[in-house]
């Protein structure tokens, strides 16, 4: 089953990245996030320029840092193909 991102969250650099909207709201308790819209339900990250987090497998990502997302990709792949 596919997963809808339905939610566009906009980093103080201009990019723009769709998340679903479970991990919209989640983003928007922590504090990561603040909503500034509806349609499509929308947000400004307030981290710094160069930092998106991201949550994977209950692990905190920073975007700016491919490197360490990958190889936490790479891990849960490895993961999956045991199961």
């Known amino acids: 089953m596919k997963v809808k991102k339905t939610a566009l969250i906009i980093c103080n650099n201009g990019k723009e990245y769709w998340i679903t909207q479970k991990q919209f709201w ?9 909503q500034s819209g509806d349609q499509p339900l929308t947000g400004r990250f307030r981290g ?36």
Do not use: Y
């Not at 989640?26 to 603040?34: A, I, K, Q, S």
């Open 48 to 83: 710094r320029d160069d930092q998106l987090l991201i949550t994977l497998n209950h692990t905190v990502l920073n975007k700016a840092t491919p490197i360490h997302t990958s190889e936490v990709l790479r891990a849960a792949r490895l993961k999956k193909t045991k199961h």
């Open 26 to 34: 989640n983003m928007v308790r922590e504090g990561v996030v603040v």
